[in-house]
Each structure stands twice: as structure tokens, then as C-alpha cells.
């Protein structure tokens, strides 16, 4: 067979030609005339309009319709013992039931929260109750009473984070006491009969107790060393007398030197002491005992924790533009963006599919450095610090800024 013959050419399936492009659109569209372009694609790292950081939604300040002076109206207390037994019952907030904590860290957690002392400073109680004047004179009363103990806490915080005083009801002390393994019960007996015959009376004297007595309940953490200053000495008089120090001399003396800060005699001359040492070697031992006053087990990290809470509250309101921002928004951020309870129902559909909206709570500052804590018990601490302030705004509910 030929092959000029073959299929090729006998079949009927002919290849279309190509026709110009202006036989493709009628003459008369009014379109003709355009070019076609393919749509642009927007880049997926690109945030979009509704994905901006919240400090964009707020680019001008809040209104401000009147400081809010007391969160009592938030409550109903008629006491300054309720006060007390809120705070010291509402400080954390219930571990939740998928939060990326293993066995080891829910024992770390609860351990810590158990260890620490029922404590409330007193700017606290300030914070939620109606009357400082009255809330004062009620605290002396119960002081008097011998309901509630009030422990100084000197030298701890600047500014806004100063803690200053604390309280604690009388029976819990009590329970702390009668659970301290190392002290005796003859001790613990004489030590509460002690604090109830002496309300008010700090530093505590050390002539009630032996040198053993007081070793005992300083290692249990029940008394401390009280930090105090240079003071005068018996013999100077109330007006200390002007130092005789040449301005000129100082300046002309090298950097460094004695003669830099006035000589050798510069703090006699102006009536204080430079020893703190006691004259004589039978009083040695009271030298470690003069200056007690009462404290608490584990206070160091209670107080740790406060500092920290704060601190951390306080910049996450310095995050804003104006350093201020409404307090759902702050509630967001101390919770650090963990996703809204959901239903029991939506829990267990999005756990047999493996997913998790949000961040998971055991990452977060929250539950990593504060153990957890409530965002309401420390912004009623922070305001009663003098850290943050709220307001409302008449819009977007209350605000709250930085008073620093």
C-alpha cells in the first residue's frame, strides 16, 4: 500500500488554524479595545485589615469621663475581714483541663499555691473598700481585737510597686503555727500567748523568750531581722550640729579618696555612728536578737510573685500608643490570647480533631511566671499600689493607664 494513502491524510480531524486577534472579538464591543490582565494575588504575609495588632485600633486617646476611686462598687463587703478572706481566696485562677501541663508541673503549681501565706497588703484592702479613713480605724479596731496582725514589710518596691504593710487574720497565723514541725508546742503556745497580749507592739522584744526559743522560730520563719539605718548616738543631741566641711577642700580632693566625701570624721561631725557594734562581748549575743519583728513562712516568694504580677501588668498597659487601653483588651493580653471557653461539646470535637484555637495556657507569662493568677485580683493590687489607674470612657467600658 502506498503511502500517500495512509490515514494521515484521509482523516477528517483537521488541525484549526490560528486566526488573527481581531477576528476573535466582534467590531462593535466596546471592550475591544482592552487588554485582558490577570487578577494580582495578594501575598499571604501580608496581614489583613481585620488581622492588625490591637494597638492600631486605638491610634487617638480614650475618653476620660472620671477616675473610677474604688473598686467596692464591684462588690459587697461589709468588712474589712470579708476583704481579707476574698483576697486571700481569690488570688489564682482554676488550672484548666487542656492546658499543655504534664503531671510534674500541676504538683510544681498546686505545691506553690499551698506553700504561700495568706497574706493581703493593705493597699489592697484599700483598693476595695469605700473609705480609707474608715478603713483604717476598722483595721486598728480588729488589730485591737486580736482578729487581724498586721506585718511590715520595710524596703521592698519603688513608686507604684511598693508593698509597704500586709495583713493576715489571727487564726491563720494560728494554723501556720500549729503546723511548723519544728517548733514545740510549749513554744507555739507561749508564741501565740505572746501575740495576742501584744497586738501592737514591733519589733518584738526578745526578753519573753530564751536565745533557743528565738533560734527556733527564726529558723521556722516566724521572726526576722529588722534592717535599720545609722542611727544617732545616745549622746547627740536632737539638732545635730553643722559639719565642719569645706566645700572647696571637697572639690579640690581626687576623685575616690576620704577627703572626697569629707574626711574621716564627716559622719560623726553630722551626729551619727559609723559602728554598729555592740561595746562589750556579754551583749554579743543579743546583738543578733535586739532587732526582731514578727513574719512569715514562704514570704519571700509571695512577695516575689507580687512584684512580679505587677511589674508585668503594668507593661502590658505601657504596650499601648498612649499608654492606656481599655480593659477587656488588657484582660486579653495578661491571658495572653488563649482562646474563650468553649462548650463541652466544641471542646471534644476540636480534641478528636487534633486542634487548639489560641495559645496554649501553660506557654503563656500568666501561668510561666505568675503561677496563674487572676487578672482581676491583681489589677484590685495594682491600683491599690498606685500603678494603674482606671477611668471610664463611656464607649469601650473602663479604661486603665499608667500613672508613671
Known sequence: MPLNFSAAHSSRIT????????SRRSATSPFASFTQRKPVQQSKSKPESSQLDDEDLFDERLNDLGLVTSLATDHSFSNVVEIVEYATSHIFDPLPERGGFNSVR?????????????????????????????????????IKANILRKISIPG??????????????????????QRAEAISDALKHKFMTYLRTHPYTSPISPIS???????????????????????????????PPTPSISIPTISRAASGSLAAVGGSGAVIEAGG??????????????????DLQLSLPNTGPYLRLLSTARAHLVALVQKSRFRETPVYLLRERWDGGV??????????RRAGRGEFAGVLPARTRKWKGCWGMGF??????????????LFETGSVGRGVRTTC
Open 15 to 22: 488541525k484549526r488554524t490560528s486566526k488573527p486577534p481581531s
Open 106 to 142: 500541676i504538683a510544681e503549681i498546686l505545691n506553690f499555691r499551698q506553700s504561700l501565706p495568706k497574706l493581703v497588703t493593705v493597699a489592697h484592702v484599700h483598693a476595695l473598700s469605700k473609705s480609707p479613713t474608715a478603713t483604717e480605724k476598722e483595721i486598728s479596731d480588729l
Open 156 to 177: 521592698r518596691g519603688t513608686g507604684g510597686s511598693t508593698i509597704g504593710e500586709a495583713l493576715i487574720l489571727l487564726k491563720d497565723l494560728e494554723e501556720m503555727l
Open 209 to 239: 523568750f530564751s536565745l533557743s526559743d528565738l533560734h527556733s522560730l527564726k529558723r521556722a520563719g516566724f521572726l526576722t531581722l529588722a534592717s535599720q539605718p545609722f542611727t544617732s548616738t545616745p549622746h547627740s543631741s536632737t539638732i
Open 273 to 290: 555612728s559609723l559602728s554598729l557594734r555592740r561595746e562589750s562581748s556579754s551583749d554579743a549575743s543579743a546583738a543578733s536578737t535586739t
Open 339 to 348: 482562646a474563650a471557653e468553649e462548650s463541652v461539646v466544641g471542646r471534644e
Open 376 to 389: 482581676e485580683w491583681v489589677m484590685e493590687e495594682a491600683v491599690g499600689g498606685g500603678g494603674v489607674e
